[in-house]
């Protein structure tokens, strides 16, 4: 079957099985591979990806269900420079291997266009559905919460 997405931003066409799971669409098919496999089993959120701004764990849809949405990967969020949240996760040390990053970085990207200033515990419950297995969380939940103090800024400066 012919899936269609728009996929950071750009229209995108595959032709994929019934069982083709998002992840592998966007892996396989579009050749975006910063969205990685974990578990494959919606425990570990490493292929989330944002589907129409919200997160979504990409193993656990099928890509037909995608069909005529708007996907977000972690290679969309760089423009030009790096997005906030890219660059207060190598500021605070929010990573060591890598491997659960781009994940993070889209669920918190989804908190704070919710919630500039999100308590520890709301970026924690945000971030629940993640796992990481090196960094630990403390640098993680910094990150959000820097890039958010820097998105607020920075909002605050174009309405100045
Ligand atoms: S690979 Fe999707 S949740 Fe782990
Ligand atoms: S930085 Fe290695 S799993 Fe999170």
């Known amino acids: 079957m012919e899936v269609n997405v728009t996929i950071n931003g750009a229209a995108r ?3 994929v099985e019934a069982r083709t799971l998002l992840v592998d ?3 396989t098919n579009l050749s975006l591979t910063g969205t990685h496999i974990g578990c494959d089993t919606t425990s570990c959120g490493v292929c989330t990806v944002l589907l129409d701004g919200t997160p979504v764990k990409s193993c656990t849809m099928f890509a037909f269900q995608a069909d005529g949405h708007e996907i977000q990967t972690v290679e969309g969020l760089k423009n030009g420079e790096l997005h906030p949240i890219q660059a207060a996760f190598k500021e605070e040390h929010g990573l060591q291997c890598g491997f659960c990053t781009p994940g993070m970085m889209l669920v918190g990207k989804a908190l704070l266009e919710e919630n ?3 308590t520890d ?3 924690r419950w945000a971030i629940s ?3 990481c297995r090196c960094t630990g969380y403390m640098n993680i939940v910094k990150a959000i919460q820097t ?3 820097e998105l607020s800024a920075a909002e605050s400066g174009a309405t100045a």
């Open 13 to 15: 066409t595959a032709e």
């Open 25 to 27: 669409f966007i892996r």
């Open 116 to 118: 500039l200033n999100p």
């Open 121 to 123: 515990d709301e970026v």
């Open 129 to 131: 559905g993640n796992l």
């Open 147 to 149: 890039a958010g103090a």
